[in-house]
């Protein structure tokens, strides 16, 4: 197959736009549609510092990647990664080293948390000794640390590297759990107290097509499977969405675009943001779930 652009053998079919690539015309598609967003949603605006959420897996690779092909001219912007080390033993030592890999090829200021130093404890012994899926643990962790060590650094936002599908799927679950509320606080553009706002430039951009982008251009991407990974809801709506997507191409960027159309009229979220009552962070009651989690009661 031709691309459609200039002729030469194409690399990709989109099935959802009925077009087909080349390896610079792909590149060129995929950088738009990211520039695109982060002009539409405000995501970055002059004089601002931009925290990465790098975990050295391919969303957050490309996400790095891209950013900083697009701002590396522009003095007036500056990006910084940030990995978080929960303490997942034979998995996030090699992660790291990928994320350690890029920001130096880059030259992109890197910063690396554990939670042991954060919280004190790893997340394989939180495990051991709790009865909360670790993936529940690790979420609400992760989230409290980047967000805190965003703001040490100054950044006006974090970026983080969640694509077409992870956002498809996350509407999704919010409808079918009827929780209106966690969906107003995914809208572009919802600023909470003492939250670094969260911005998602490759919102627009399908899984598959964020793996190619990476795999195309050379980048160190690590494929290991978190040895806890599995969130059984997400996973249904995985395939229910994926199903559908062949059957009805189109369907990802609906839900998006539906999602957008929806957020514009939803109002901001019920729910207040406090400081928590033993940590000072974040939350959306007295005591955060970070801290009911730790068991700081
Ligand atoms: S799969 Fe679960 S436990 Fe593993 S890194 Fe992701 S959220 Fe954490
Ligand atoms: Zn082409
Ligand atoms: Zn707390």
Redesign the pocket.
Known sequence: MKCQRCNKAAVVFQKYSNAHFCKPHFIEDVERKIKRDIRKFGMIKKGERVAIAL?GGKDSTVLLYILHRIFNERPDIELTAITID?G?KG?RENTLEHAIKLTCELGISHTIRSFKEGFGIT?DELVAKEKHA??T???VL?KNLLNKVARELGASKLAIGHNLDDEAQTILMNYLRGDMDRLKRMSPGITQLGLVMRIKPLRSIPEKEVALYGLLNDLPVSTDE??????ALRNEIREIINNYEVRHPGTKYSLLGGFDEIASIMGPPATQIVRCEKCGEPSSVAICKTCRLLGRL
């Open positions: 975990s929960e997942i998995y997340l670790a993936c643990l690790c979420g992760r978190c040895p806890y990974a599995g969130e």
